[in-house]
């Protein structure tokens, strides 16, 4: 056993290894697998393969500054899916109470409390003043 640990750790060392993408990669194969065992498409299950043979080369391969930056790619992508899954989230939580508008100034999201009709709002990011019109 010990050996064994011994060649693999001497196998890896200069290599990648695992990362974040590797895992999504991981998780995304395992959901398209199972959606595969419904629609059943070659071409499908070709992707499939392509999709885990990349995410296994990503972890054998010496090219470390270039999976360094694929993932740091990934991580920022991720960051703003999470980002919108949140504030959709609260949108949906306040929705009895509060309206979201994007300021068209700052593009800054405010939440703004639910009156019908048309208002004039500021800004507190950027102070400048528009009109929101909350119809429902
Ligand atoms: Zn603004």
Redesign the pocket.
């Given at each position: 056993m010990e050996r064994l640990k011994r060649k693999l750790a001497r196998f890896m060392q200069g290599r990648y290894g695992v990362d974040q993408l590797y895992v999504a990669m991981l998780i995304l194969y395992f959901i398209l697998l199972a959606l595969n065992q419904r629609i059943n498409n070659p071409y499908f299950g070709l992707l499939l393969w392509l999709l885990i043979v990349v995410a296994i080369y990503r972890v054998f391969s010496k090219n470390v500054s270039k999976r360094y930056a694929e993932n740091q790619k990934f991580l920022k992508f991720w960051r703003r899916i999470k980002t919108k899954l949140r504030l959709a989230v609260k949108r949906l939580a306040d929705i009895r109470t509060h309206r979201y508008r994007k300021?068209p100034?700052?593009q800054?999201v405010l939440r703004l409390p639910r009156k019908r009709g048309v208002h004039q709002t500021k800004?507190p990011?950027?102070t400048?003043r528009f009109q929101v019109k909350v119809r429902f």
């Open positions: 300021c100034n700052c800054t800004c990011r950027c400048k």
